[in-house]
């Protein structure tokens, strides 16, 4: 896990965020997903300055094994001088040795993040779940812990203040926001409340609001004035190829998520990514559909 640094901000992992949240449906399907729709809860990884610093670390990684439900795993959690903010050694289990940076011993309250990151690594080695390169495998490992429940402690680790800032794990403070909220909506939740820091929850609602930017992505019935425009005047022209026998798939507006392909010698098709997982959808360009991903089950209304 990274350390230090200037803050990044921004969505500059987007693409890979969505790959990871594609891939944890695939890998763990709908039905294990769904067990994971309550968060890991604020007071069972809380930990004060009062609090023995190895009892207490034991205590928030047990917690968090049990939250990803690793039955037999166990944590062994230490403390060095190192130059990253925490690292686990990924071998058979079931004891798995996580050092963290001598400087928790003095942020305890931040101990959590780290390990639920750390924890998250053994979860994802165990389902031989990985992005190719350690930078992709990284934001998959954020990205999944967040999704399942723990990120919350990753995003509200983020502080900043007129001399400082911190920030733990690969995510910018506004993607965590967003894989977050894309939690929230799916499962009902509203991790509000449990922010300490003033600067994650800014983040989180900006997550928000580009999270909700999915659901109004043509040809999904909740999109805007704008986009249903400019995707009327790409169907017009994919529709011109069609006739014409143009072969390949017809290109959309720069920027635009979903694609027109001539299925065969049969009827137009739009491909776009689920809003919910990502996983690319193919309907028929025939007016109103609903379409149901077969990946996360959710009901989508198009306008084709
Ligand atoms: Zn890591
Ligand atoms: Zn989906």
């Not at 990884?45 to 049990?66: I, K, P, S």
């Not at 425009?229 to 920027?255: L, N």
Request: proline share 6%.
């Amino acid at each position: 896990m990274a350390n230090g640094g200037p803050v990044k901000h921004g969505y500059p992992h987007l693409e890979t965020v969505r790959a990871a949240v594609t891939a944890l449906y695939k890998r763990l399907s709908y039905d294990t997903v769904h067990t994971f729709a309550a968060s890991v809860a604020p007071a069972d990884v809380a930990f004060c300055d009062t609090d023995d610093l190895y009892l207490g670390a034991q205590r928030v990684a047990r917690e968090l094994v049990r939250h990803f439900r690793l039955p037999d795993a166990r944590m062994i959690v230490s403390f060095r001088e190192m130059e990253h903010a925490a690292s686990v050694e990924l071998a058979a289990g079931p004891e798995y040795f996580i050092e963290l940076n001598d400087r928790f011993r003095t942020h305890r309250r931040d101990i959590g993040a780290a390990l639920a990151h750390e924890v998250m690594h053994v979860c994802l080695h165990r389902l031989d779940l990985s992005f190719p390169g350690t930078r992709d495998n990284e934001i998959l490992t954020d990205t999944a812990t967040t999704y399942l429940g723990a990120g919350w402690l990753l995003l509200d680790a983020y502080r900043e203040d007129a001399s400082s800032s911190q920030k733990l794990g690969y995510l910018t403070p506004e993607e965590f926001g967003y894989v977050l909220a894309k939690r929230s909506l799916v499962f009902g939740e509203d991790p509000a409340t449990w922010f300490t820091s003033p600067q994650a929850y800014t983040a989180y609602t900006r997550g928000l609001a580009q999270a909700r930017e999915d659901e109004r992505q043509p040809p999904l019935t909740a999109a805007g004035w704008a986009g249903r425009r400019r995707y009327a005047k790409d169907r017009r022209h994919a529709q011109g190829r069609v006739v014409a026998a143009v072969p390949g798939s017809a290109s959309a507006s720069a920027g635009a998520s979903y694609a027109f392909t001539p299925d065969g010698h049969g009827p137009l098709r739009v491909s776009f990514p689920c809003p919910t997982c990502h996983q690319r959808i193919r309907v028929p360009v025939r007016g109103r559909v609903r379409a149901r991903c077969g990946l996360c089950r959710t009901v989508l209304e198009c306008d084709t």
